[in-house]
T-cell receptor, first 118, second 114 residues
């Protein structure tokens, strides 16, 4: 596909359930980001991958959150024992280059997965 | 602490007039500032960026101004069109760390009326 895709688009979970959110970045993009967007807020950084290496996970709110990108393409964000405060839109973004500084290199965002925890 | 702030949650302008969206930041280490536009049920899409060493960048109807001393930037849209109605996020890029992650403001809902 031409853009970043995410699945599922909507997920409803009961409190305590585990969920897995998938991101398919643009083919060939080196960098992949996960962001969390709570209602009425801007996206907040969760974690960053350069190829298969998770170089920054400082934004993950707790050890219930886990992300992986084992082959350097598709990524999965897993949330264990979901809580109501995990309800948010989870956005994935990819970027053609790795971390290089220099001129801004656009992050392309997917449509997000809206997670509702009941 | 919120490092990027958009103090106006909404803005309404008439078609053809100028829209001015404002943003303030606190972190002097940001090296790029940018604006993303978001329609409902879609991801944010990149609009325009500006380096921290510049004070103005223009792209068609969109101009971003940066005032480093005031830690303030603004997005001007001239002339405004109904299709511009969306949520606009101001964001800043970290110069290092986090893979050049973005820090976003809370967004401003722009409504362009006929």
């Amino acid at each position: 596909g031409a853009g970043v895709s995410q699945s599922p688009r909507y997920k409803v979970a009961k409190r305590g359930q585990d969920v897995a959110l998938r991101c398919d970045p643009i083919s060939g993009h080196v960098s992949l980001f996960w962001y969390q967007q709570a209602l009425g807020q801007g996206p907040e950084f969760l974690t960053y991958f350069q190829n298969e290496a998770q170089l920054d996970k400082s934004g993950l709110p707790s050890d219930r959150f886990f992300a992986e990108r084992p082959e350097g393409s598709v990524s999965t964000l897993k949330i264990q024992r979901t809580q109501q405060e995990d309800s948010a839109v989870y956005l994935c973004a990819s970027r053609r280059r790795g971390f290089m500084g220099g001129p801004y290199n656009e992050q392309f965002f997917g449509p997000g997965t809206r997670l509702t925890v009941l | 602490d919120q490092q990027v702030k958009q103090n106006s949650p909404s803005l309404s302008v008439q078609e053809g007039r100028i829209s001015i969206l404002n943003c303030d930041y606190t972190n002097s280490m940001f090296d790029y500032f940018l604006w993303y536009k978001k329609y409902p049920a879609e991801g944010p899409t990149f609009l325009i960026s500006i380096s921290s060493i510049k004070d103005k960048n223009e792209d068609g109807r969109f101009t971003v101004f940066l005032n480093k001393s005031a830690k303030h930037l603004s997005l001007h849209i001239v002339p405004s069109q109904p299709g511009d109605s969306a949520v606009y996020f101001c964001a800043a890029r970290s110069g290092s760390g986090g893979g050049n992650k973005l820090t976003f403001g809370t967004g401003t809902q722009l409504k362009v009326e006929l």
